[in-house]
């Protein structure tokens, strides 16, 4: 038994290959770092050889460049949206068998600050979205020529292999330091902003119960549950016995993408899926990397 992981470095990819390697599966990990295969996404014959070649019984889109910045819409275009048909039409020609699954997100729904469904409408509301949105039409069109293809639209979802540019990992690296006698001082947005602090090994169990279902093709994967950055803070700054007013501080100018991003995840529960590490766990690993 054979599983593809293209995206093989990320938290996702890092944690699915974990799972994948416990339910007996031979995981062939594809990215442009660590010590994975260095096959390009944005090349079909690369790609086309690669499928051809192992037949998996799974393969898993989750390369991306995980940012909203205009400056990466090219990088995510190839990566996304041209790595997505790339890997259908390769599995559409060449192992037509294999179960495929591409990373979708909650940012590329219209965000009305109420908990978003699968079935709310698209909006490309930036660069990210907009690959995306692409990437999400190409699954629909090559299901509708036979192929089994799921979309998991994820969430924010974070873990010990997040880097400082995530917000969660921010924090919890800097509560680290005061937690070792740094008098430094934090400087963070809108404390007030909401959205889910889910752990990504559940998140690849809500994946790997998707893919093993036929009824169910498009499923947001997310805790259900908000939290604010306050919380967040409350949290990490608990755990390590300080009062982190004495050491964050907030942008007066600073005005976040939304209010909230929080999912109905309703459906992937109809499936048996819940998310098992609470918000205080997460911290836990996060901060102690256990």
């Keep these: 038994m054979t599983a593809l992981i293209f995206g093989a470095n990320g938290q996702d990819g890092f944690y699915l290959s974990e799972l994948l390697h416990q339910q007996g599966y031979k995981v062939i990990g ?58 259908l039409e390769a599995v559409k020609q060449y192992s037509n068998n294999s179960k495929v699954f591409i990373s979708g997100s909650g ?15 698209f909006e490309a509301r930036d660069a990210y979205s907009v690959s995306r949105i692409h990437s999400v039409y190409a699954a629909r069109y090559y299901r509708r020529l036979g192929l089994k ?10 873990s010990p292999r997040r880097t400082d540019r995530h917000m969660a990992m921010k924090i919890a690296s800097f509560a680290l330091k005061v937690s070792k006698g740094s008098t430094e001082k934090l400087e963070i947005g809108d404390i007030n902003t909401i959205k889910e ?38 949290v990490c700054f608990q755990l390590i016995g300080k009062n982190w007013h004495d050491y ?22 109809s499936l048996g899926w819940k998310p ?8 836990q690993k996060m901060l102690f990397h256990k």
Excluded at 149 to 158: E, K, R, S
Excluded at 203 to 230: C, H, M, P, R
Excluded at 256 to 263: D, F, H, N
Excluded at 276 to 283: D, G, M
């Design 30 to 87: 594809v990215s442009r770092s660590g010590g994975f295969l260095q096959t390009d996404i944005n090349d079909f014959k690369a790609v086309s050889i690669l499928i051809n070649e192992y037949k998996p019984e799974f393969i898993f889109h989750l390369a991306a460049n995980s940012t909203t910045r205009h400056d990466v819409i090219f990088e995510n275009h190839s990566t996304i949206s041209t790595g997505t048909l790339n890997i």
């Design 197 to 234: 602090w889910t752990y990504a090994g559940d998140v690849v169990k809500g994946v790997w119960t998707l893919v093993n279902q036929d009824k169910i093709f498009e499923a947001n994967i997310g805790s259900g549950i908000g939290y604010s950055i306050k919380d967040w803070l409350d």
């Design 248 to 269: 964050i501080f907030e942008k007066n100018d600073f005005v976040a993408e939304y209010k909230q991003l929080v999912s109905d995840s309703s459906l992937i529960f």
């Design 107 to 121: 940012l590329q729904f219209v965000n009305n600050n109420l908990p978003i469904k699968e079935t709310d409408a």
């Design 149 to 158: 293809v799921y979309v998991g639209y994820f969430f924010n979802h974070d």
């Design 276 to 283: 098992e590490v609470s918000l205080n766990q997460l911290a």
